[in-house]
């Protein structure tokens, strides 16, 4: 009887260390899955950081760079190099670039009005060279002043008028030279008020007419050929009637 008694004690002995086992390999199992969910939030959060602003610094904590939002609250990144500076922004947008004396450099964007354009920049800031591409379709080449005012032009307007013009300190065109919208070539001189003194056209048909105008602009000499042929000379007073002509 005592023999049965102690065999069957030592089968529940037996029986219960293998439940032990099975709970404690079943809470191994358990704790896997759970460092595994926290593991691949973990990695999923990785994916996508949130911040209003980055600072890149370098070993001595110098700042290298920022990537955040500028003062109109649009993205940018600036990157900085004792003087040298690279600027990147959504206002715009614009890429804006200065060499290591903080002054050269270039900018690349679109402006306040919408015109997509490449500047080119000496030491002055505003000196230089500017491409430009407006929204109505006109597109020029400028070279600028020390005051960044337009020196000299190379410009296409949207009604197909190609020309080259060349302004004053002032920024008033003072030369002309093109071919108008109508596939018509011209030179033209003006005065420091803008009013045309002196030009060479062809007219339509390939006649050539040479002018000079006085200070309200009204034409007084005028030397054409006619299309008939023969030369003309035409002298104008001062409310443009005909007061000589030959022949």
């Known amino acids: 009887m005592q023999a049965d008694t102690r ?20 809470g191994l199992a358990l ?10 939030t973990a990695r999923g959060a990785d994916k996508e950081l949130r911040s209003e602003r980055f600072v890149l610094v370098d070993a001595a904590g110098a700042e290298l760079g920022v990537l955040g939002a500028d003062s109109e609250g649009a993205a940018s990144l600036i990157l900085r190099k004792d003087k040298a500076s690279a600027a990147l922004t ?14 050269r450099g270039g900018w690349l964007g679109v402006d306040s009005k919408g015109a997509a354009g490449l500047s080119l920049t000496g030491e002055k800031l505003r000196d230089g060279v500017r491409l430009t591409v407006k929204p109505d379709g006109a597109s020029g080449a ?4 020390p005051e960044g005012r337009e020196r000299v032009g190379l410009e296409l307007l949207p009604d197909g008028t190609a020309a080259l013009n060349v302004r ?22 003006l005065d420091d008020k803008g009013t045309k003194r002196a030009g060479l056209a062809l007219q339509a048909g390939g006649f050539p007419l040479f002018s000079l ?23 104008f007073d001062a409310a443009g009637q005909v007061s000589f002509e030959a022949p």
């Open 7 to 26: 065999a069957r004690l030592a089968r529940l002995e037996t029986q219960n260390r293998r439940l032990q086992h099975a709970v404690l390999l079943l």
């Open 90 to 103: 959504m206002y715009g947008p614009g890429l804006s670039l200065r060499g290591p004396d903080g002054k």
């Open 213 to 235: 105008d006085d200070e309200q602009g009204q034409g007084r000499i005028e030397l054409s050929q006619r299309f008939d042929g023969p030369a003309r000379a035409r002298l």
């Open 31 to 40: 704790a896997g899955l759970v460092a595994a969910g926290l593991a691949a």
């Open 142 to 145: 400028y070279l600028l002043s």
């Open 168 to 189: 004053d300190a002032a920024g008033i065109t003072r030369a002309f030279a093109g071919i108008t919208g109508k596939d018509l070539p011209a030179v033209l001189l």
